[in-house]
């Protein structure tokens, strides 16, 4: 499946970056954004949906998408390929390394499978800020109603200004916040190895970083079932799941573990 020298590269690395997308959680049973969708939401187009003018035009519905997919994100857990990731961060940093987890997804998987300092490029699901005036709401405050199953909800107010709250997460056409940028721009620039695990390639600037990491000489690893084009030009294509490829691999770069599904 990957051969010895990408194990030893992993092993060799000082730096290394992971980057991930909606696949590193389908495993979990969050549903990606461009695979085949069922259920309730199957007629809307998720990309569409993340967007200001839809939420201006439509606010009940894309804030009662975003509550259902708070609501289900809280009720899953990490997989295997999260638990994986941790391991192999904490294997690196044992050894004085350092292993950067860059992460396209607005739940919190990494963070409960161990992982830590998460950078997140586009938000998190479990905040909210106010669409007029921007004032955020305490982390921890209770939301509205949840739409069970998913249907459309009335995004709370905005107790300074009255306007509606929005999900603290980035639509297209925003600026992704400039702090996670920077350091996983730097990160994918010191990097000698970075995995692209679970994502389409599709949505910018994130689709950038593997390049970034290529031109500064880094191995570049693909982890998904499909190919997304980023094959074209990366060194290594690990055709599979996340579930099973990464603990594969973190099995054969730093000894097995049993441990995975512990944390
Ligand atoms: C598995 C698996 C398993 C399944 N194991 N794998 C033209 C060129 C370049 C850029 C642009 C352009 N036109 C417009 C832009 C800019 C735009 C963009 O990139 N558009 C492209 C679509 C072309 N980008 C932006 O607007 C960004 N901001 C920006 O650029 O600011 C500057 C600017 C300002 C003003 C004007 C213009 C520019 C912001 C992008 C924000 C993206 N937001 C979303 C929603 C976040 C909130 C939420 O979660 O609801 O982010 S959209 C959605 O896509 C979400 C995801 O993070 C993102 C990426 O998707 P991802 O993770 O790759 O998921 P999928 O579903 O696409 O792929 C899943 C993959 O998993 C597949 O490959 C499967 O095979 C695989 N898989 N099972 C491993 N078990
Ligand atoms: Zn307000």
Known sequence: MHGPDLVRALQQAERVVVLTGAGASAESGIPTFRDALTGLWSRFDPARLATEEAF????????GWYEWRRVLMGRCAPNAGHAAIARMQQAVRERGGALDVVTQNVDDLHERAGTRGVIHLHGDIGSSRCADCGARRPP??????VPEGGRRAVPP???ACGGPLRPEVVWFGEELPAAAWSRAATAARAADVLLSVGTSSTVY?????????????ARVVQVN??????????DDDLRGRAGSVLPALADAAFGPSGADFQR
Not at 56 to 63: G, N, Q, S
Not at 140 to 145: I, N, R, S, T, V
Not at 225 to 234: C, K, M, Q, R, S
């Open 140 to 145: 921890g405050d209770p939301h509205g109603e």
């Open 225 to 234: 079932p499909h190919p997304t084009g980023l094959e074209a030009i990366a």
């Open 56 to 63: 201006r035009e439509d606010p009940e519905l894309v804030w």
């Open 157 to 159: 107010r905005c107790p």
């Open 205 to 217: 600037p994130a689709a950038s970083l593997p390049r970034f990491a290529l031109e500064s000489g």
